[in-house]
């Protein structure tokens, strides 16, 4: 099945700062890879995601960047705020499973602190 | 509405009790998921139901049981847990469409149940 390691697994930046969350992937049948944001106490809301027949995706502030022959994918997070801070996790899919349904492989995530 | 509703938010059930969770959505979304998530950890996938039929049961113990009663709702049974039980579960529902459409099959999170197991 599916693994997906990510790193790291916390990461404290200062405000205004980037920051990058790098996730690399073992099935090269994956093709669907989103990002959640878990802040403390609240349900993982999907930031942003990729498809393997896109490089790069961005909106506004965060961007997904994929390399499918190195078999990673980042998220960079431009000019951080204080209300980035949560986890994030990086996810991977290789399609609708049979009989439906879509079947994502989590990263073990990362805390994400932006200080003032 | 775009959103995915769980209750309750949560629960403190003995080993011997059984209680129910149950997640409603009203986005016209055909797949449901059930996902169980530890402190600091990932969510990890316990069923799929697709058009109200179980399609993945990831190895689960029969102490839980899923039911998904229509396209709306979605339920996990408890029975006889165990304090290792004990953590946050996550439905999730997800729109079924040609994969690779915008859109298609992108999952939404509830909130959660917290569950605890004396």
């Known amino acids: 099945g599916e693994n997906v390691e990510q790193h790291p697994s916390t990461l404290s930046v200062q405000e205004g700062d980037s920051a990058v969350i790098k996730c690399t992937y073992s099935?090269?049948?994956?093709?669907?890879f989103p990002w959640y944001k878990q802040e403390l106490g609240k349900r993982p809301q999907l930031i942003i995601d990729i498809r393997s027949n896109v490089g790069e995706k961005k909106d506004q502030r965060i961007a997904v960047t994929l390399n499918k022959t190195a078999k990673h994918f980042s998220l960079h997070i431009t000019e951080t705020q204080p209300e980035d801070s949560a986890v994030y996790f990086c996810?991977?899919?290789?399609?609708?499973?049979?009989?439906?349904?879509?079947?994502?492989?989590f990263g073990t995530g990362t805390q994400l602190k932006v200080e003032l | 509405d775009t959103e995915v509703t769980q209750t309750p938010k949560h629960l403190v059930m003995g080993m011997t009790n059984k209680k129910s969770l149950k997640c409603e959505q009203h986005?016209?979304?055909?797949?449901m998921y059930w996902y169980k998530q530890k402190a600091k950890k990932p969510p990890e996938l316990m069923f799929v139901y697709s058009y109200e039929k179980l399609s993945i049961n990831e190895s689960v113990p029969s102490r839980f049981s899923p039911e998904c009663p229509n396209s709306s709702l979605l339920n996990l049974h408890l029975h006889a847990l165990q304090p290792e039980d004990s953590a946050l579960y996550l439905c999730a529902s997800s729109p079924l469409g040609q994969w690779g459409t915008s859109g298609a099959n992108v999952l939404t999170f509830g909130a959660g149940s917290r569950l605890t197991v004396l």
């Open positions: 099935d090269s049948a994956s093709n669907y």
């Open positions: 986005m016209g979304h055909r797949a």
């Open positions: 996810a991977a899919s290789s399609g609708l499973v049979t009989g439906g349904g879509n079947k994502l492989t």
